[in-house]
């Protein structure tokens, strides 16, 4: 495994830890379970490859990083706002479809704009993400969904998960705090997107299918719904381990994918609520427990 190699791994683990803590304030977070995550990814790698390849403006690669970034959060957000605001009268399962209904209508509408490739994708796009500046942007983005849960939007948010009926008898506008989620979540899959885009160079209706949206949720799940630490761990763990798997030999490398799947149940069935539960990794506290014994 060469160094070239970890890094691509590192910079796509980074990608889904934006996918999967965006995805986790929606599900995890406000309790609504949404499968068109990777719709929203789509419109923001599409906005922000189109910003790179038909409008850069002469400043630096990291300025125009930053600007596609913010591009895709806009058109991923404005995206959120128009499936949310209708849908999120729904519950449970009928949300779940509607928003899965969702990510497959941007897709077949992306292949048919000959403007962006159609099926054929967008090319030519300038690579403008490296992994400071990854890293840099997952670090705002973790801050800004830590300090929004701790917050009284965040504590709004939370008690609809809790208790949707209560939290509306207690005077919270619970449609407005469910749309307020569901867009943040949204415009975050929306910068990973940009991120995306401009990381690969090349961006196609087919990276983002129904699929993606499943594994997405499924890296919110086994780290722990709710859990911001959870979210990155699961992005890490199910981005890194079927690669891992390929260097323990021809037999196993075949088997891959069936071991992989395997593990997943296990640890499933070891840890039912995810690796964290809804709590949070604090290295602080550790830190304050050592104290405190000694």
């Known amino acids: 495994m060469n160094l070239e190699y970890i890094a691509h791994l590192a910079a796509i683990s980074g990608i889904f830890i934006i996918l999967a803590v965006s995805l986790n304030l929606i599900n995890g977070i406000c309790g609504e379970l949404s499968l068109g995550h990777a719709g929203f990814w789509a419109v923001g790698a599409y906005v922000g490859g189109a910003y790179g390849v038909f409008m850069p403006l002469p400043i630096p690669d990291f300025m125009n990083l930053f600007i596609s970034c913010g591009l895709g959060f806009v058109g991923a957000a404005l995206a959120g706002l128009v ?14 479809i509607a928003t899965l209904g969702f990510g497959e209508i941007i897709r077949i509408i992306i292949m048919n704009m000959d403007i962006v490739g159609g099926p054929r994708g967008l090319t030519g796009i300038p690579k403008w993400t490296n992994l400071p500046l990854l890293y840099f942007i997952i670090a705002l983005t973790v801050i800004f969904m830590a300090n929004l849960i701790r917050g009284t939007h965040g504590r709004a948010i939370i008690s609809i998960r809790e208790d949707e009926i209560a939290a509306d008898c207690m005077g919270i506008y619970t449609f407005k705090y469910k749309t307020l989620a569901f867009v943040i979540g ?3 899959a929306g910068v990973a997107g940009a991120l995306y885009a401009h990381y690969q160079e090349f961006i196609s209706p087919n990276s983002f299918t129904f699929m993606w949206s499943v594994i997405i949720l499924i890296m919110v799940i086994l780290g722990g719904l709710g859990s911001i630490s959870g ?4 992005a890490i763990i199910l981005t890194v381990l079927p690669e891992l798997l390929r260097f323990f030999g021809e037999t196993i490398s075949q088997w891959r994918m069936l071991i992989y799947s395997v593990l997943l149940i296990v640890l499933m069935l070891a840890r039912p609520k995810g690796i964290f539960g809804k709590k949070e990794f604090n290295p602080l506290a550790l830190f304050q427990k050592k104290g405190t014994n000694s």
């Open 83 to 96: 499936i949310g605001v209708p849908c999120l009268r729904l519950r449970g399962d009928y949300l779940a």
């Open 186 to 188: 949204a415009g975050f």
């Open 231 to 234: 979210s990155i761990a699961g």
